[in-house]
T-cell receptor, first 113, second 115 residues
Framework: DSGVTQTPKHLITATGQRVTLRCSPR?????VYWYQQSLDQGLQFLIQ???????AKGNILERFSAQQFPDLHSELNLSSLELGDSALYFC????????????FGSGTQLSVL | AQKITQTQPGMFVQEKEAVTLDCTYD???????LFWYKQPSSGEMIFLIY??????QNATEGRYSLNFQKARKSANLVISASQLGDSAMYFC????????????FGAGTRLAVHP
């Protein structure tokens, strides 16, 4: 158990809908990352937050947004969902957010039908 | 641009034997970190081992060791005494050292351990 908690584990929804994925980092970790894993794109970095502030942005679509709350949990919001958004979404956390290992949650499997 | 290459889509190994999973990387940054993660069929990403670019010795963690050859830009994972539970996808990753902790992943190698 990495200590990173992601909910829900599975999510099935329809095109055009909006969903929210939730992540609680390990106790003491200030930085949260979101990754998307799909068969065709592999593991892609989406966004990083550190202590509530956005720190780095990757290949995140404009339809996607995220935030980190004062209690350090994070949410990834996906809107106007398309079939191609079906993927495994990982949250990871680390202590400070620079040059250190990331601990991953077990992921949220999103299926858009 | 930084890049990680894993050229072996799939590997087979006999139980109790050692196996090497290849990873090469490309970066112009002198300071970087290299990781290996394991992803079993259940889906979670499990940290295995880390090597910093300035580390003098190769990293080891139990049955895992990282064969770091800086001049060749390779960071191969060696698993000794393979076990059936080692069957999984293995990802090599590198830190983007542009000040932040963005990991760049390779495409992965699927390892199958046979009894």
């Amino acid at each position: 158990d990495s200590g990173v908690t992601q909910t829900p584990k599975h999510l099935i929804t329809a095109t055009g809908q909006r969903v929210t994925l939730r992540c609680s980092p390990r106790s003491g970790d200030l930085s949260v990352y979101w990754y998307q894993q799909s068969l065709d794109q592999g593991l892609q970095f989406l966004i990083q937050y550190y202590n509530g502030e956005e720190r780095a942005k990757g290949n995140i679509l404009e339809r996607f947004s995220a935030q980190q709350f004062p209690d350090l949990h994070s949410e990834l919001n996906l809107s106007s969902l398309e079939l191609g958004d079906s993927a495994l979404y990982f949250c990871a956390s680390s202590v400070a957010g620079t040059n250190e290992k990331l601990f991953f949650g077990s992921g949220t499997q999103l299926s858009v039908l | 641009a930084q890049k990680i290459t894993q050229t072996q889509p799939g590997m087979f190994v006999q139980e109790k034997e050692a196996v090497t999973l290849d990873c090469t990387y490309d970066t112009s940054d002198p300071s970087y970190g290299l990781f290996w993660y394991k992803q079993p069929s259940s889906g979670e990403m499990i940290f295995l081992i880390y090597q910093g670019s300035y580390d003098q010795q190769n990293a080891t963690e139990g049955r895992y060791s990282l064969n770091f050859q800086k001049a060749r830009k390779s960071a191969n994972l060696v698993i000794s005494a393979s076990q059936l539970g080692d069957s999984a996808m293995y990802f090599c990753a590198m830190i983007n050292t542009g000040g932040y902790n963005k990991l760049i992943f390779g495409a992965g190698t699927r390892l199958a351990v046979h009894p």
